[in-house]
């Protein structure tokens, strides 16, 4: 029998020690050999005791805990735990996951299956928390439109529940320290694993890890504001994508759009009004509607981007 793969779990943290301990506890209930997985945590200048509760635990397995003095943002607070990793198997959790025991097992026979993969696990809700409009949405969006085991577009690729080979992030140059607001710092480093590397993504439907959500449906539509800058960053980088991404129709018009993209942005930009606006966010409340919640929240989250657009031109042009 082959010996136990070393595995690395990356977890970059900020003010949220209750539910990193969730996380960390999770962990430590793992199925898979304790003395083969290491955990680092990097505290990215939380303002509280996050790092000194990190430094009294107890571990079935390594814990690497490691402090930045300022906030430097989540991509190079990854950075900084995956340089400081031994393990040969990077895996990628957030700290507000509650893991299934099995997901680090699931997630090292998976490569052991499709060797040279990127492995993208499931994150759904955890069900104590109901099944709001928001919730029902995003458990719905990315690979969880997939059928299990199959192959995944790149843009799927998110850190809160994924593996990959250290030896890949180490030869893309791990993720660009240029994303410092919230978003897409994750889906550039897929871009680059997939264009640079040669790898592919898969979905990996068994190993679950359950998101505890601490946000409402105005605290997700108001990040997409804050989104926008480093949305704009990765299409700058990626031109290529802003297609895949369905971003192109959510910019000003120009005069090299299809006729197809000039039709969907004159629709959008007359479905957009902030009355309408206020109208459907308030269908997006009503239980009864859960099955028009993908529908519901694309749109809401358009106009989001919309506004977020708008509101960077207009700061560009005074």
Not at 48 to 74: C, M, Q
Not at 102 to 118: M, N, Q, T, W
Not at 283 to 303: K, Q, T
């Amino acid at each position: 029998m082959e010996p136990a793969r070393s595995v690395s779990v990356i977890i970059p943290t900020f003010g949220k020690r209750e539910l990193l301990e969730a996380t960390l506890d999770s962990l430590g209930r793992q199925t898979y050999p304790a003395e083969q997985i290491e955990i680092v945590v990097v505290d990215d200048g939380s303002d509280d005791d996050t790092f000194e509760y990190l430094r009294s635990l107890d571990t079935p397995y390594a814990l690497v805990p490691i402090k930045h003095e300022i906030n430097k943002g989540r991509a190079a607070a990854r950075n900084t735990a995956i340089e400081a990793s031994t393990g040969d198997l990077t895996v990628f959790v957030d700290d507000d996951m509650r893991c299934e025991p099995d997901l680090i097992e699931r997630h090292v026979s998976f490569h052991a299956a499709h060797p040279g993969v990127v492995v993208i696990g499931s994150a759904v809700t955890a069900p104590e928390l109901g099944r709001a409009t928001v919730f029902t949405y995003l458990d719905e969006m990315g690979v969880h439109r997939l059928p299990a085991g199959s192959v995944s577009p790149a843009r799927y690729f998110a850190t809160n529940n994924a593996s990959v080979e250290r030896r890949h992030l180490l030869d893309v140059g791990l993720f660009d320290e240029s994303f410092r607001n919230y978003g897409c710092e994750d889906t550039e480093l897929a871009f680059r694993l997939e264009d640079d590397a040669g790898l592919r993504f898969m979905y990996c439907a068994e190993a679950v890890a359950y998101h505890i959500h601490t946000q409402t449906l105005d605290d997700v539509l108001a990040k997409r504001i804050g989104s926008v800058p480093p949305l704009l960053l990765l299409i700058t980088k990626h031109p290529d994508r802003a297609s895949e991404l369905s971003i192109d129709v959510l910019m000003p018009p120009a005069p090299g759009d299809s006729v197809g993209v000039r039709l969907h942005k004159l629709l959008l930009a007359f479905s957009t009004n902030r009355l309408f606006y206020a109208l459907v966010k308030s269908l997006a409340r009503v239980v009864w509607l859960r099955g028009l919640s993908r529908d519901v929240m694309v749109y809401l989250i358009a106009c989001q981007y919309r506004r977020g657009l708008r509101l960077i031109s207009e700061e560009n042009s005074s």
